[in-house]
C-alpha cells in the first residue's frame, strides 16, 4: 500500500522505532515508491540512530536513482530531489483549507476582532503595515533559498530561545491545612498590592479606621464581600494583612461598569472620603492591577513560528483524528517549515469520570491507553519541533490549580519528540516572546459572573481580557475552580504576558488588550452528547500559528 501522506511516512517510521526531519518526510513523500523508500531507509540507517534525516534519505535515493538506466544526472542530484520534493509536497497541501487572519470569525466570515480595550491597535491580527509586500517577497525568497540550499538549514537549534518560568512541578508544599490558605492568599495580596502601590496613596485597614471623618483615603485589599443596598448602591468589603474596612460605590458615581466586573478574592485599590465618624470609605475610583496600556511585547530576531492547540482529548468517541491528521500532515509541508514550537494548552486526553455518562462517549476506556494514544498521534508532529504542554482538567492530574505537570509514568508515556511537560499555568519564553499558558477552567467561572456584553462563550478572549485585568488566572475562591494552597500564588500574573494562552471552553478567540494578543485555541474534539446538553458547540480543528516576530496571527481550519 503506497504511503501517500505525510502522517503515513511519520507512523510507519514511528513504528519503526524512528522519529523523523521534516525535509526527510518530504524526500520520502516525494519518492515514486514511497512505501520502498521508508523501508530502504530503515534498513540502511545506522544501528545507534534515533531520527532520519535528509542525508539518511538521500543516501538511498541517490543509490536507487544510480542504479536506474535512463535517469540523467540532474535527476539524480540532491539539489533536484529537494526541488522536485518541494513541488510535490505542495501539490499535497489541503487546498480545501482555508486560512484565516485575525479579523476572521470561525465561519469565514470578516468581523472586528478589536475590542475597546486595544487602544488604538490594528482592528485584526493582519500584517503590520512594516512588512510590505516586496519585504515580505524578499523574505519568501529567503526561506525558499533555505529550502534549496543554497544557505544553512533553517531549523538551526542554536537559534532557538526556551525557557519555562512559574512551573511549580515538584514544588507543591501544600497540605491543605487552614495555614496553607492563609500563606497563599497573604503571597496574592503582597504581589498584586505592589503593583496598585504606585497608582494609589493607600493605607492600611487599621490606620483608615484611626483616621478623622472627612479625610482622603485609598485602601488596597482583597474583595470580601459585594452586596448591594436597598437604596442601590453597592458595598465593597476589602480586607488587608491588618482587617477589614468597608467602601461605598454610589450608583451615581459612573462607577456601576466597573462595579460588574469585581470578583470575590481580587485585589482592589478603592480611593474616596471617609463618613463622618469614619466608619466607612465613600469611593470615588476604583482601580484593578490590570496591564499598562504602554506595554510594549518582545519579538524574535528572525521569521519564526509557534502553533498554539489546545484540548485534543484522545480517547474520546469524538475526537477528529482524521483533523488531526491534516494538521500533522500540513506542519510536514515547506508551507510550514517556520512552525518550530507547538504550545499545547491542556486536556491531551479525554480522560476518564470528567463528567456523568462519560463513560458512554469513550472510545478508550483506560487512562493509560489514551495517554499511549495521544504519544502516538504526537509522533506525527515533525520530530524537530519544539514542545510545550501543561495539563488540563481532563487530564491525569489533581484538579486544583496549580496542576503539577503529570507524575514520571505518564511523563514516560508521552516522551516523544523532548517534548517539555510543565504546570498549569507556567510561562514560556519563546526567543524573546512570553506566552502565559493557562488551561482556563476558571474562565467558566467568569463567563457565569459577569454580564455577557464582558465575558462570553462565544467570545472567549474577553474573558481573558478580565483575568489579565485582574492580573490573576483564577481569582475566585470557593467557586467551579478548585484552587490548591501554596505557600506561593502560582496564579498571579505577576509578569505582563506577550501572548496569553488557553483553552478549556472549547470556543476559538482571539484579541488583544493593551497590547497583549489573548488567544483561545479552540479544540480537536466534535461535539459530545454532554456539550450538546448545556449547549456547547465547539470550533474544533483549527490551529492559531502565530508568527514570533511580528506577533501577527493566522489561524488555519483541518476540518
Not at 228 to 239: A, I, P, Q, R
Not at 322 to 349: C, I, K, Q
Not at 486 to 491: A, V
Not at 535 to 543: E, K, R, S
Request: glycine content about 8%; hydrophobic content about 35%; charged content about 30%.
Amino acid at each position: 500500500m503506497p504511503l501517500e501522506s505525510n502522517a503515513r511516512i511519520v507512523k510507519e517510521l514511528a513504528r519503526h522505532g524512528y522519529n523523523a526531519e521534516r525535509e526527510a518526510v518530504t524526500l520520502l513523500v516525494s519518492a515514486p515508491d514511497s512505501a520502498a523508500a521508508v523501508e530502504s531507509v530503515v534498513d540502511r540507517a545506522p544501528d545507534d540512530a534515533l531520527r532520519i534525516t535528509s542525508d539518511h534519505v538521500r543516501a538511498v535515493t541517490n543509490d536507487r536513482s544510480a542504479s536506474e538506466s535512463g535517469r540523467s544526472a540532474s535527476e539524480s542530484t540532491p539539489g533536484t530531489s529537494d526541488t522536485d520534493a518541494t513541488a510535490r509536497a505542495d501539490e499535497r497541501t489541503h487546498e480545501s483549507t482555508p486560512t484565516h487572519t485575525g479579523d476572521e470569525s470561525p465561519s469565514g466570515t470578516v468581523k472586528d476582532r478589536s475590542p475597546v480595550e486595544t487602544e488604538g491597535s490594528s482592528s485584526g491580527l493582519d500584517r503590520s503595515p512594516d512588512r510590505s509586500a516586496d519585504s515580505s517577497a524578499d523574505s519568501n525568497a529567503d526561506r525558499n533559498a533555505d529550502r534549496n540550499g543554497d544557505t544553512p538549514p533553517h531549523h538551526d537549534p542554536d537559534l532557538r530561545e526556551l525557557e519555562i518560568g512559574n512551573d511549580m512541578t515538584g514544588r507543591s508544599t501544600g497540605t491543605g491545612e487552614y495555614g496553607d490558605f492563609v500563606r497563599t492568599f497573604r503571597d496574592r495580596y503582597e504581589r498584586l498590592s505592589k503593583v496598585l502601590r504606585g497608582r494609589v496613596n493607600h493605607r492600611p485597614a487599621e490606620a483608615i479606621a484611626e483616621m478623622p471623618g472627612g479625610s482622603d483615603a485609598a485602601i488596597i485589599g482583597l474583595v470580601n464581600d459585594v452586596r448591594s443596598t436597598k437604596s442601590g448602591h453597592w458595598l465593597v468589603e476589602l480586607e488587608d494583612t491588618t482587617g477589614t474596612f468597608p467602601a461605598l460605590i454610589m450608583k451615581d458615581k459612573g462607577l456601576a461598569d466597573l462595579v460588574d466586573e469585581i470578583l470575590m478574592d481580587e485585589c482592589l485599590a478603592v480611593e474616596g472620603t471617609l463618613a463622618d465618624d469614619s466608619g466607612i470609605l465613600f469611593a470615588d475610583s476604583l482601580h484593578f492591577p490590570d496591564v499598562p496600556r504602554t506595554h510594549r511585547t518582545g519579538g524574535a530576531d528572525r521569521h519564526v513560528q509557534a502553533a498554539l492547540i489546545s484540548d485534543v482529548h484522545v480517547g474520546s468517541d469524538e475526537f477528529m483524528a482524521d483533523a488531526w491528521r491534516s494538521f500533522t500532515d500540513w506542519l510536514h509541508t515547506p508551507e510550514a517549515e517556520p512552525v518550530e514550537y507547538l504550545l499545547l494548552a491542556g486536556d491531551m486526553v479525554e480522560g476518564v469520570g470528567v463528567y456523568p455518562g462519560q463513560d458512554e462517549e469513550l472510545e478508550i476506556v483506560d487512562i493509560y491507553d489514551q495517554y499511549e494514544a495521544f504519544a502516538e498521534h504526537l509522533k506525527e508532529v515533525p520530530a524537530d519541533t519544539e514542545i510545550v504542554m501543561i495539563p488540563g482538567n481532563h487530564d491525569a492530574v489533581r484538579l486544583a490549580e496549580p496542576q503539577p505537570g503529570f507524575n514520571d509514568e505518564i511523563r514516560s508515556i508521552m516522551d516523544v519528540h523532548d517534548a517539555q511537560i510543565v504546570s498549569n499555568p507556567a510561562t514560556v519564553s519563546v526567543e524573546g516572546v512570553d506566552v502565559l499558558m493557562y488551561h482556563g477552567v476558571s474562565l467558566d467561572e467568569v463567563i457565569a459572573e459577569l454580564p455577557e456584553e464582558k465575558a462570553s462563550y462565544d467570545e472567549p478572549h474577553k474573558a481573558m481580557y478580565q483575568l489579565l485585568k485582574k492580573r490573576h488566572v483564577a481569582p475566585q475562591f470557593g467557586g467551579h475552580t478548585r484552587v490548591a494552597p501554596e505557600e506561593r500564588d502560582y496564579l498571579v500574573i505577576e509578569d505582563v504576558p506577550d501572548v496569553f494562552h488557553t483553552g478549556h471552553v472549547h470556543k476559538l478567540g482571539w484579541g488583544k488588550y493593551h497590547n497583549v494578543l489573548a488567544v483561545n485555541s479552540g479544540c480537536w474534539q466534535a461535539q459530545t452528547d454532554f456539550q450538546k446538553s448545556v449547549n456547547i458547540d465547539p470550533d474544533a480543528g483549527y490551529a492559531p500559528i502565530l508568527d514570533l516576530d511580528t506577533l501577527d496571527m493566522t489561524v488555519r481550519k483541518f476540518s
